[in-house]
């Protein structure tokens, strides 16, 4: 008998990440004026390139590398070493190189900056596994200490935005501790004067990203009261100029499910030389600018990571024959897709409004009302993406059938890196109770979104699009007047609700501003992202009311499927 080739299934492959991303494309057309686009967009087609190229392929084979610990050498010398994959160490080096950090303290195009860098965050993340973990918490610490107003920062801020991979430093977040991840008010770790500085003497559960040249850490001063007020906020410097781990013992790497090729791990200070910014009390609120910094970063990676799934399953349609057809052309897998499009679509307008009010905010240029909208917008964006995103990833996962939960198809790793996004820098719970804490200190923080949205839909010339956008301005004040009524008859109904509220506010300001992006597309011919506003609107979400989009024909809906042009 003559042998018979068995068929091997063609797997699916990325192009250039930018040039192939049109909600992002249409997104920087609408918010940066001509001048600053075509400044900004060859580096972001660069990104894009080496996305889709170099550094996909790399991600699938460094694959099973993950980060190794090394406590001992051959002579009995405690030496902690860490060794991370190679995949990391070329990203670090892109990361300095293209300004993944830099970008927004050059401020080359001022408050414009931060969409410029988020957009390049947007392209590198899912490619480079998680490594936008380290990126985050340096942004973080950038901020934070300049300001701290310490004399720290002139020596470190210069590392962290540095764009000579040489003297580029990451930072660390050493917040958790065992009795407590979100409740850090509990913890232990205790600083204690030494001549004319500090020494930290604590263990620390959870610090992602040890491999950093520095860190920002809580500890409570000898002799201080105890919750969150008793803390202090402490910049830490690793290692000694001959680089040994300075006060530091590295216990152990965490076995996590997913992110693992950060080096997340469990140290134990043994006297940590330190030092203290803004004070010695009041570490908690003094972690803020921190906080806001990393809960964006979280949100865009959570766009960013269903955008490549998004794009990994919709080119596998079109490559997967099924039942005599491929899938690209079978109306249920069609359908799906499409739901997760219009997902991505809200996902990125909310996570990317959140980076605009920043920019504004940072660089002096922003309202009293874009400061409220930040302190509000900044939790909503984080939890509503975060629980986006696990949910596209689980159907993309889907998509692939049997190969989407096969390890070396590199499929998986998508869905178990994307379930830390609610969990990291506050889960969805903690962050619903920030929105209602925001609310309760701000009272004009809600009258500044009802403002906003009013503008948004104003824009609405279409009136399928304005519909939607009425829809979604109506479930946000019925939103309100439930919690203002709740408040006073009930406040523990509050707090069990405030998920719910929380949601309804992240998806309801989703429609609206996708709606204001389809308007736009619309003046251009482009049609598909007002399907992606009308099938968003038709989804049921606690508090939404369904809106009728009318019956939309195939044709239309394998148009926002497959991202293909009418």
Known sequence: MRAIEPFNQPPPD?????????????????V????????????????????????YR???????????????DAWGNRVDHIEVSPLWKRAEVLAAQKGLVATAYEAAHGALSRVHQFALVYLFGPSTDVYSCPLAMTDGAARTLLESGSSVAERAVGHLTSRDPARFWTSGQWMTESTGGSDVGRSETVAVPEGDGWR????????SATTSQMALTLARPEGNGPGGRGLALFYVETRDDDGRLRGIEVNRLK????????????LTLRGAPAIPLKGLDSGVRNITPMLNITRTWNAVTSVALMRRGIALARDYARRRVAFGAALADKPLHVETLAGLQAELEGALQLAFWAVELLGR???????????????????????????????????VLESFGGAGYVEDTGLPTLLRDAQVLPIWEGTTNVLSLDTLRALSRDHGAFVALREALAEVTGELEDEALARVGRKASETVDRAGAWLRDTMGADPLEVEAG???????????????????QAQHALRQGDGRTRLAALRLAEARHDFLTPVDRGRLDRAAVRQLAMDEPA
């Open 498 to 516: 405030a998920r719910r509220f929380a949601l309804t506010i992240g998806r309801s300001v989703e429609i609206a501003l996708v709606a204001r």
């Open 200 to 207: 930290l003497w604590g263990r620390k559960w959870f610090t």
């Open 32 to 55: 940066l004026p001509p001048e600053v686009l075509a400044e900004v967009e060859p580096s972001l087609r660069e990104m894009g390139e080496l996305a889709g190229g170099e550094l």
């Open 14 to 30: 990325l192009g250039n990440q930018y040039d192939e991303d049109r909600a992002l494309r249409q997104y920087l057309a609408r």
């Open 361 to 395: 905010v940072e660089q002096q240029t922003a309202s009293e009302r874009d400061v409220q909208l930040l302190r509000l917008l900044t939790p909503i964006a984080k939890l509503t993406t975060g629980k986006q995103a696990v949910a596209v990833l689980s159907e």
């Open 58 to 72: 790399m991600s699938l084979e460094d694959r099973e590398n993950e980060p190794v610990l090394t406590q001992w």
């Open 255 to 266: 076995d996590k499910l997913g992110t693992r090729k950060v080096p997340t791990a469990e």
